[in-house]
């Protein structure tokens, strides 16, 4: 089986998933750091493996982790050691932990935010309607990214005064450009800045997730110190960057295809399908590591070997022809069905889905409403992602907004 080395500065995602596809549902690859894993690449084998509980996160399990070849500052080893969550835990514990969590991330709590989100998405609009008509403006900073994070931090109870603190570690968290050097000073300063927001918490609850989760028991069990602090990190981790890069790459595949932009303007295809044709053909997760075998498993006409490490290449299996049909590689935000598994499978789907849709939901119709004549400022063959190994995320989203909806010509 060839191997196939992850490009660490992804500078062509598509390509690479196509080569991903192209091996066969299990890859053998290499990640940023020499690390070698093996990647399931196809729909059906991802959601069978995401089910199957030969498949566990146990870090303990890896043959490489044993035998000490996973250096402790390894760029990714926060993705692949994060600290004890739903995560990194498997049966009882895992059902334990999501029971809990679920107790303070309900619907009703994620629904609430709905006229928070609505108010900062009319004050983002209102600063870029106040920009310099005619220049190119970053539509990731000016408005996909503010908006989560403001969420994600109300949310939580996270001061205002904590976010670009948050930022910054969030981005050395997920980069594979991160000096080996700073990672564990970067791990460290990620826990302490939860554990600072958790005791203040404690201290003072309020109506928020952070007080939810101490508050949360089960039989008189509650959540650790610990326990609340990784889920923490984890729900930014899956509700912040999931919904940049969602809200971005909505905007990149309209502005590429503008027949289907139209239809969504003029109401004949709804913001529903958009959104999820998105999350299938250009989805906010690349790769997500990682897990590891406790025994030989078969994949397709392959072989998993015990104590290996696996990891869910999403970008390759969201243009899988065998689910998708002969049509996977187009964008169409007609499809139906459309049985993506872009946000997990089973009982590890992601916590922040819910939350991340809302966002996208209420941003891009009120985003193109305000601002119909949006296009993209370069041509879209001069985005350039930036280099993290495990988001498909842009540098940045240059575009010139046109006049506002009701301005002057």
């Known amino acids: 089986m060839t191997r196939i080395a992850l490009d660490p500065f992804v500078r062509d995602l598509d390509g690479e998933s196509a080569a991903l596809r192209a091996a ?149 968290f997920f980069s594979t450009q991160t000096p080996p050097e700073e990672v564990p000073q970067m791990m460290a300063d990620l826990g302490t800045l939860f554990t600072k927001i958790v005791d203040g918490k404690r201290a003072n609850p309020g109506d928020d997730l952070t007080s939810a989760l101490i508050a949360a028991s089960e039989n008189g069990d509650h959540l650790t110190d610990e326990e609340i602090v990784n889920t923490l990190q984890l729900i930014i981790a899956a509700g912040h960057e999931t919904t940049i890069s969602l809200i971005v790459n909505v905007v990149e595949a309209l502005q590429t295809h503008p027949e289907q932009r139209k239809k969504v303007l003029n109401g004949e295809i709804g913001w529903d399908g958009v959104i999820e044709e998105t999350l299938r053909w250009n989805t906010p997760t690349s790769h997500v590591l990682i897990r590891f075998a406790t025994e030989d498993i078969e994949v397709g006409d392959k072989i998993l070997p015990k104590g290996e490490g696996l990891i869910i290449s999403f970008g390759a299996l969201g243009r899988d022809e065998e689910q998708y049909g002969p049509t ?17 499978h089973g009982p590890h789907v992601c916590p922040g889905a819910a939350l991340s849709r809302l966002e996208a939901g209420i941003a891009l119709p009120a985003l193109y409403e305000r601002f119909p004549e949006l296009d993209l400022a370069v041509p879209a063959s001069e985005l350039r992602n930036k280099p993290i190994v495990t988001q498909n995320d842009l540098h940045e989203l240059p575009v010139k907004l046109g006049c506002p909806f009701g301005g002057d010509a």
């Open 24 to 172: 066969g549902p299990l890859a053998e690859v290499e990640l940023p750091g020499g690390v070698h894993v093996y990647a399931v690449t196809r729909h059906a084998e991802a959601r069978a493996l995401l089910t199957d509980s030969r498949v566990v996160k146990d870090i303990d399990v890896w043959n490489a982790w044993q035998r000490g070849e996973i250096p402790k500052d390894w760029p990714l080893i926060g993705l692949a050691n994060p600290g004890r969550s739903m995560l990194t835990v498997d049966g009882a514990d895992h059902r334990r932990l999501r029971t809990l969590v679920a107790q303070a991330l309900t619907v009703k709590r994620v629904e609430r935010l709905r006229a928070g989100i609505e108010a900062l998405t009319n004050a983002s609009l209102e600063k870029l309607a106040a920009l310099p008509a005619g220049e190119p403006v970053d539509l990731k900073a000016e408005f996909a990214y503010p908006l989560p994070m403001n969420v994600i931090s109300e949310l939580m109870g996270v001061d205002a005064a904590d976010h670009p603190r948050l930022k910054e570690l969030f981005e050395k």
């Open 328 to 344: 996977a590689g187009d964008f169409d935000a007609t499809r139906t069905p459309n049985r993506h598994i872009a946000f997990g």
